[in-house]
Structure formats: C-alpha cells, structure tokens
C-alpha cells in the first residue's frame, strides 16, 4: 500500500486517524474508487466531478486540485502500473455524536492490489432494500454497513455479489456495482431515481452503447432476463451467470458481448 494523508505520502503503518474523524464515528464521507492502468488512474476526471457531488451533498468541501495532484504522487510512488485506487474525504475531527467540528476534512488516497474477477458472477437477490428517498441516495459515501450485510448474505448463499431492489420492488444495484439486463429484448439498467449510484463505468456504457434504456423495472424481472451483466470500475463489465441459483440463457450473451467489446476498445482513452 501507498498511502498519502492530508498534503503528504505517509507510511502505511502509520496512525493516521484520529479517534474522533467523523468517518469513524458516524460514516461521515466520501470516496471513489478507480483502477490504474499501465500507470495511470482510468477515467479520473469523472471520478473525481462525482467525488465532488457527493462531498456537496455531505455538505463537505473538497480541493480538487489538491486531490488530483495527491493521486499523481500516490500513483508514482506506488509504481505499480496496475492497482487499485482508493480517493476517501471524511468530516474530519468533530465531537462525538452526528454534528460536525471546524477542524475541516480529512483527505486520504491509497493504493491497493486490483481485483481479479471471474469471468462471470453468480449473484443472490437479498431482502433489504435501497431507499430511494434518503438524503444520501445516489451519492458514494462511508457508510457501507448495509452492503457489508448485504454482501455477507451473498457470499453465505455461495454467490459473490448481492443484488437489491428499492423501497417500491424496483432492479436497483448491487453492493459495489450496477446492473444492466436484457428484458424482452432490450437491454435496460435502473434509472438514477431508483436509488442506485450514478457509476462511471454504468456512465460510460450508456454512453458509448446508445441504446440502453433506462428503466424502472420489477426486481423480479432480473431472474426472467435473457442476459444480464454487472459493471463498476474495478470489474469493467461482467456477465452474470446465474441468479439465485437460476442459470440465465447466456453469460455472456450477445448484447453482453457487444458491451465487454466496445467499453474494452473506447476504454483505451484512459480519461474520457
């Protein structure tokens, strides 16, 4: 790991939080994260517009420029041309309890070794919902408890990402990733306002395909789909194989295929 805290490169080892940073206490932040290829971070002006969309939601200021020049240094000390990249903006100190300090934000940027996914995944349908109406709905922040369950119950279901409707029984998103299925031959993902996150890689497959259809549709509708894949930015697009034990047609199928080709070849431009 690489690792950089508030305007310098700091060892791993080191303690870097205080015992009452807000992200601790309460989940009180923001992060991206984005994969680094052949030495560069993939697709980082988009992350980082969003990195700002969600901190303006907290109510959080972040320096843009501060942090793109951190993730150049972070990048080149690590060295590694193919990493993980993890951009995190807490609250920063504050008093014990939901109110924020003055001491203002803590920033933190990391590396750590890139996931290799399967060829595809197996995924589990699980009881709890997205909110489509929280205050915090669509933006990326802190407070992960509910994946980390939710993920859990996947993985005890032997299947390796979970799959969640919104309050009204929408296709929503999974735990770390989007969703897109083929649905009486189109190919749809949920809308923004079902309560999904507004994923980058989900971002550039509707634009780089035009025609995906975003679309409100029952959660049930995943398991009666001919094909289905999974985006995000470590996974790029991965077919999903089965649902809930339920083997779907094809994993990939020919609309999959066709969206694994073209982000492969438009994602060439390393910051689109």
């Given amino acids: 790991m690489t690792l950089w805290v508030n305007g310098a490169l700091t060892d791993p080892d080191a303690r870097v939080l205080r015992a009452d940073d ?26 980082l517009r969003r990195l700002e969309t969600s901190a303006a939601g907290l109510g959080l200021e972040v320096d843009l420029d501060l942090v793109r020049a ?16 993890r ?13 924020r300090g003055e001491a203002g934000p803590t920033v933190m940027v990391a590396t750590a070794p890139l996931t290799d996914w399967p060829p595809t995944a197996d995924v589990s349908i699980v009881p709890w919902t997205r ?17 980390v369950i939710a993920l859990r119950r996947a993985h005890e279901r032997g299947t390796s990402e979970a799959i969640l409707a919104n309050s009204v029984g929408e296709l929503c998103e999974g735990t770390g990733s989007n969703i897109f299925i083929v649905f009486r ?12 996150l507004a994923g ?29 894949f999974l985006t995000s930015s470590t996974r790029d697009v991965q077919p999903i194989r089965a649902v809930d034990g339920l083997v779907l047609p094809a994993a990939p199928g020919p609309l999959t295929k066709r969206a694994m080709s073209v982000f492969a070849e438009c994602s060439r431009e390393i910051d689109p």
């Fill in 22 to 47: 807000h992200g601790i206490t309460v989940g009180d932040g923001v992060f991206e994260t984005m994969k680094v290829v052949a030495g560069q971070p993939f697709a980082l002006s988009r992350h």
């Fill in 200 to 228: 980058i890689t989900r971002e550039l497959v509707i634009e780089w395909l035009g025609d995906v259809v975003e679309r409100a549709v029952p959660i049930t509708a995943l398991g009666d789909s001919s094909e289905a």
């Fill in 131 to 147: 909110n489509e109406r929280a205050a915090t709905a669509g933006m990326k922040t802190t407070s992960y408890a509910d994946n």
């Fill in 70 to 85: 951190a993730v150049a240094e972070v990048v080149a000390a690590d060295g590694r041309p193919r990493v993980r990249l």
């Fill in 185 to 196: 031959g189109e190919l749809i993902t949920p809308p923004l306002s079902s309560g999904c």
């Fill in 87 to 99: 951009v995190t903006v807490t609250g920063g100190p504050s008093p014990f309890g939901t109110d």
